[in-house]
């Protein structure tokens, strides 16, 4: 099932993003998943490092070049958020894919 969210994207956007979820292994549109199947419960997240973070901010391919990202701006203006309180309430949705626990997250 697909959200209005999708049918707002260009044709090329759109075509991405489906790429995108479907490597999750998620069968739903993320932006369609309803407000009871998310859960507030972040003790339930594996444990990541600040390396874990930053070798994914700066080394995962761009989608529009397929050199690596290298977003050392996102990287901070993401912690910078989370520094200043503008990110809370996080919530999960977990699913499986063969045995393997994977989750979804958003924040308010």
Same mark, same amino acid.
């Given at each position: 099932?697909?959200?209005?969210?999708?049918?707002?994207?260009? #044709?090329?956007?759109? *075509?991405?993003?489906?790429?995108?979820?479907?490597? @999750?292994?998620?069968?739903?549109?993320?932006? =369609?998943?309803?407000?009871?199947?998310?859960?507030? #419960?972040?003790?339930? *997240?594996?444990?990541?490092?600040?390396?874990?973070? @930053?070798?994914?901010?700066?080394?995962?391919? =761009?989608?529009?070049?397929g050199e690596a990202l290298k977003a050392w701006k996102?990287?901070?203006?993401?912690?910078?958020?989370?520094?200043?309180?503008?990110?809370h309430d996080l919530l999960l949705h977990s699913f499986?894919?063969?045995?393997?626990?994977?989750?979804?997250?958003?924040?308010?």
């Amino acid at each position: 099932m697909w959200s209005g969210y999708l049918q707002q994207l260009s #044709s090329v956007a759109r *075509l991405r993003y489906k790429e995108k979820v479907s490597k @999750t292994g998620l069968k739903v549109d993320p932006y =369609s998943i309803k407000n009871s199947e998310w859960e507030k #419960s972040p003790e339930l *997240l594996p444990a990541i490092s600040w390396s874990d973070v @930053t070798v994914y901010m700066i080394s995962t391919p =761009s989608p529009y070049t397929g050199e690596a990202l290298k977003a050392w701006k996102g990287m901070l203006d993401s912690e910078g958020f989370v520094t200043a309180g503008w990110v809370h309430d996080l919530l999960l949705h977990s699913f499986d894919v063969n045995n393997l626990r994977k989750f979804v997250i958003k924040a308010k």
